[in-house]
Structure formats: structure tokens, C-alpha cells
């Protein structure tokens, strides 16, 4: 990069699962340039319709374990059991290094980690569901958890929106037209 050309910014989407944040995130992808999508590394499962290196960077458990080890992730946490989750220091400045905004889409605790760490270059954005009611319709329909992981998932949503206070703004996912455009309208300011 040349010296005298920007680093990207960093834009935090922060949510419980199901409140419609990776849609909202695809969307925002999809309509803005100069943005590059942070792929987590994650000991889970793939699920059927994810791909290795797109959605996310599938390890093993070990795997995982060896980077903590040798301090390759920015953040990282065990969102559930067994599950960890994290985003790898490579990944976030080889976008940033292109000149492009970084978009994470990560947990609450992560996404203020994050923040925390980036300060003025980031933005904490918090993606509110309507209900814990709407939430739990979601996570069923969407058809890819069962019934004990949907369970985990709700639990866990209502201690992260607990957190939505210590974010930089707030996007409330009710209706999804107008998430939409107030997400696009308050990143074309941040990144302006
Ligand atoms: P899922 O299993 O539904 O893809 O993700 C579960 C949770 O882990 C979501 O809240 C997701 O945002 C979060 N997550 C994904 N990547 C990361 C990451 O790199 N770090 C942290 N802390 N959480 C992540």
C-alpha cells in the first residue's frame, strides 16, 4: 500500500443469532464498495450451504488451539461449548492493507473486543431483534440448528442484549426495508 493511502476502517456487526445480522451484513456488501467481509476461523461444524474460506475457516479443535497458542487471533472466545470463534490478525490486515473497510460480523463480546482495540478507526454496531419471541421463530425456520442448539442460542441472545447499550449505534431489525437502508446510510457516514 501506498504510504500515503488509508487503512480501512473497521465496521462491527454485533447481534444474537437470528436477529437477522449475516442478512443485513450480505445486503450491506452487496450495495457498498471498497468493503471486504473478515471470514472468522470457527471449530464448528460446517453447516450444508457454508463453504471453507468464504463463510468461515473451519478447524478442528486442535487446530484452534495451536493459533491461541502462537497469538494468531486478534479475538477470540468460546461462544458455546466447544464451539470457538476468532478472528485471525491476518485476516483483518490483509484487507485493511488493500485500503478496504474490514466487516465483521461477530458476537456481542467479540464485537467490543474489537472495538475496544480499534477505537476511532471502528464502529460497534449492534443489530436488534423486535422479540426473544421473534428470534426463537427464526432460529426454527431457518432449519439449521436443532431443538438443544436453538435452546443454547436463545439463552445466550438474552445476555448478549444486555450489551446493546455499549455499543456505537443501534439498528433495529423490525422491518427489514428500513434496517436496511439506515444500515447503508450510517456506514456511507462512517467510512465518508
Ligand atoms: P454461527 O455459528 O451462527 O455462525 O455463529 C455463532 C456466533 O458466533 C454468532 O454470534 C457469530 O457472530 C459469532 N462469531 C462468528 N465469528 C466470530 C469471531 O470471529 N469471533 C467471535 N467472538 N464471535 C464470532
Not at 22 to 39: A, D, I, Q, R, W
Request: without cysteine; aromatic residues 10%; glycine residues 6%.
Amino acid at each position: 500500500m501506498a504510504v500515503n493511502e488509508k487503512k480501512g476502517k473497521l465496521l462491527i456487526f454485533s447481534a444474537p443469532s437470528g436477529s437477522g445480522k449475516t442478512t443485513l451484513v450480505k445486503y450491506l456488501m452487496e450495495h457498498l464498495g471498497n468493503l471486504s467481509f473478515s471470514v472468522s476461523a470457527t471449530s464448528r461444524k460446517k453447516r450444508s450451504n457454508e463453504i471453507n474460506g468464504k463463510d468461515y475457516y473451519f478447524l478442528t479443535v486442535d487446530e484452534f488451539r495451536r493459533k491461541i497458542k502462537s497469538n494468531e487471533f486478534v479475538e477470540w472466545e468460546e461462544v458455546y461449548k466447544d464451539s470457538l470463534y476468532g478472528t485471525l490478525k491476518s485476516e483483518v490486515e490483509r484487507i485493511r492493507n488493500t485500503g478496504k473497510n474490514v466487516v465483521f460480523d461477530i458476537d456481542v463480546v467479540g464485537g467490543l473486543n474489537i472495538k475496544k482495540l480499534y477505537g476511532d478507526d471502528a464502529l460497534a454496531i449492534f443489530v436488534m431483534p423486535p422479540s426473544v419471541e421473534v428470534l426463537k421463530t427464526r432460529l426454527e425456520s431457518r432449519g439449521t440448528d436443532n431443538e438443544k442448539e436453538i435452546a443454547t442460542r436463545l439463552a445466550k441472545a438474552e445476555y448478549e442484549l444486555s450489551f446493546s447499550d455499549k455499543f456505537d449505534t443501534i439498528i433495529i431489525n423490525d422491518d427489514f426495508k428500513k434496517a436496511k437502508e439506515d444500515t447503508v446510510a450510517i456506514i456511507e457516514k462512517f467510512i465518508k
